[in-house]
Protein backbone atom coordinates (compact mmCIF):
# COMPACT_ATOMS: atom_id res chain seq x y z
CA UNK A 1 0.00 0.00 0.00
CA UNK A 2 1.73 3.09 -1.35
CA UNK A 3 0.66 6.12 1.34
CA UNK A 4 1.94 9.80 0.64
CA UNK A 5 1.76 12.32 3.38
CA UNK A 6 2.22 16.17 2.82
CA UNK A 7 3.47 18.61 5.50
CA UNK A 8 4.81 21.69 5.85
CA UNK A 9 1.85 24.09 5.17
CA UNK A 10 0.29 27.50 6.51
CA UNK A 11 -0.41 30.99 6.85
CA UNK A 12 2.46 33.22 5.09
CA UNK A 13 2.26 37.35 4.13
CA UNK A 14 3.02 38.03 0.58
CA UNK A 15 6.82 37.84 -0.06
CA UNK A 16 7.25 34.95 2.20
CA UNK A 17 8.49 31.10 1.93
CA UNK A 18 7.28 27.70 2.29
CA UNK A 19 8.70 24.26 2.36
CA UNK A 20 6.67 21.82 1.70
CA UNK A 21 7.19 17.82 2.46
CA UNK A 22 5.66 14.82 1.12
CA UNK A 23 7.25 11.23 2.36
CA UNK A 24 6.30 8.42 0.42
CA UNK A 25 5.79 4.68 1.96
CA UNK A 26 5.39 1.43 -0.02
CA UNK A 27 6.94 2.19 -2.96
CA UNK A 28 10.79 2.07 -4.63
CA UNK A 29 10.86 5.96 -4.68
CA UNK A 30 13.77 6.45 -6.63
CA UNK A 31 11.69 4.44 -9.47
CA UNK A 32 8.74 6.73 -10.01
CA UNK A 33 8.64 10.84 -10.97
CA UNK A 34 6.80 12.54 -8.00
CA UNK A 35 4.44 15.73 -9.11
CA UNK A 36 3.02 18.54 -6.76
CA UNK A 37 -0.40 19.90 -7.62
CA UNK A 38 -2.61 22.50 -6.06
CA UNK A 39 -6.26 23.40 -5.86
CA UNK A 40 -7.61 26.62 -5.06
CA UNK A 41 -11.47 27.25 -4.26
CA UNK A 42 -13.51 26.92 -6.62
CA UNK A 43 -10.97 26.13 -9.25
CA UNK A 44 -9.68 22.89 -10.59
CA UNK A 45 -6.56 20.73 -9.62
CA UNK A 46 -3.78 22.03 -11.78
CA UNK A 47 0.07 21.25 -12.10
CA UNK A 48 2.70 22.71 -10.06
CA UNK A 49 6.04 20.87 -10.61
CA UNK A 50 7.51 17.57 -11.23
CA UNK A 51 10.04 15.46 -10.92
CA UNK A 52 11.81 12.26 -12.18
CA UNK A 53 12.33 9.36 -10.21
CA UNK A 54 16.17 9.73 -10.26
CA UNK A 55 15.89 13.45 -9.21
CA UNK A 56 17.24 14.28 -12.98
CA UNK A 57 14.65 16.10 -14.76
CA UNK A 58 12.40 18.75 -13.27
CA UNK A 59 9.20 20.31 -14.69
CA UNK A 60 7.34 23.37 -13.91
CA UNK A 61 4.35 25.15 -14.19
CA UNK A 62 4.64 28.86 -15.80
CA UNK A 63 3.39 30.33 -12.69
CA UNK A 64 6.11 28.50 -10.59
CA UNK A 65 9.18 29.27 -12.63
CA UNK A 66 11.67 31.24 -10.91
CA UNK A 67 9.60 31.03 -7.18
CA UNK A 68 9.08 27.23 -6.89
CA UNK A 69 11.65 24.63 -6.58
CA UNK A 70 10.90 21.05 -6.15
CA UNK A 71 13.71 17.94 -5.42
CA UNK A 72 13.91 14.87 -3.74
CA UNK A 73 16.27 12.69 -1.16
CA UNK A 74 15.35 9.24 -2.11
CA UNK A 75 17.66 8.35 0.74
CA UNK A 76 14.42 9.57 3.18
CA UNK A 77 11.43 9.13 0.30
CA UNK A 78 10.96 12.72 0.07
CA UNK A 79 10.41 15.37 -2.29
CA UNK A 80 10.01 19.03 -1.67
CA UNK A 81 8.69 22.03 -2.82
CA UNK A 82 10.22 25.23 -2.14
CA UNK A 83 8.00 27.99 -2.56
CA UNK A 84 9.27 32.02 -2.61
CA UNK A 85 8.29 34.61 -2.98
CA UNK A 86 4.63 33.89 -2.35
CA UNK A 87 1.50 35.32 -3.38
CA UNK A 88 -2.26 35.65 -2.63
CA UNK A 89 -2.85 33.45 -6.00
CA UNK A 90 -0.65 30.44 -4.47
CA UNK A 91 -3.14 30.06 -1.64
CA UNK A 92 -4.57 26.55 -1.99
CA UNK A 93 -4.19 23.04 -1.06
CA UNK A 94 -1.69 21.44 -2.73
CA UNK A 95 -0.90 17.65 -3.12
CA UNK A 96 2.20 15.68 -3.99
CA UNK A 97 1.20 12.37 -6.08
CA UNK A 98 3.54 9.59 -7.74
CA UNK A 99 3.41 8.53 -10.86
CA UNK A 100 1.45 5.38 -12.45
CA UNK A 101 4.06 4.31 -14.92
CA UNK A 102 7.53 2.79 -13.85
CA UNK A 103 10.59 5.24 -14.68
CA UNK A 104 8.52 7.49 -16.42
CA UNK A 105 9.14 11.59 -16.91
CA UNK A 106 6.83 14.20 -14.57
CA UNK A 107 4.11 14.93 -16.00
CA UNK A 108 1.43 17.77 -15.89
CA UNK A 109 -1.42 15.13 -16.58
CA UNK A 110 -2.94 14.36 -13.30
CA UNK A 111 -4.36 11.11 -14.95
CA UNK A 112 -0.96 10.36 -14.97
CA UNK A 113 -0.71 10.03 -11.30
CA UNK A 114 -1.91 6.96 -9.35
CA UNK A 115 -1.31 7.62 -5.73
CA UNK A 116 -2.25 11.51 -4.40
CA UNK A 117 -1.22 12.62 -0.22
CA UNK A 118 -4.09 14.06 1.31
CA UNK A 119 -3.42 17.75 0.91
CA UNK A 120 -1.43 20.32 2.83
CA UNK A 121 -3.29 23.92 2.94
CA UNK A 122 -1.19 26.92 1.99
CA UNK A 123 -2.57 30.63 2.45
CA UNK A 124 -0.54 33.47 1.61
CA UNK A 125 -2.12 37.17 3.36
CA UNK A 126 -2.29 40.04 1.23
Known amino acids: QVQLVESGGGLVQTGGSLRLSCAAV????????MGWFRQAPGKEREFVAG????????DYADFAKGRFTISKDNAKNTVYLQMNSLKPEDTAVYYC???????????????????WGQGTQVTVSS
Open 97 to 115: ATRRVLWSPPSANEGDYSY
Open 26 to 33: GRTFSAYS
Open 51 to 58: IRGSGDIT
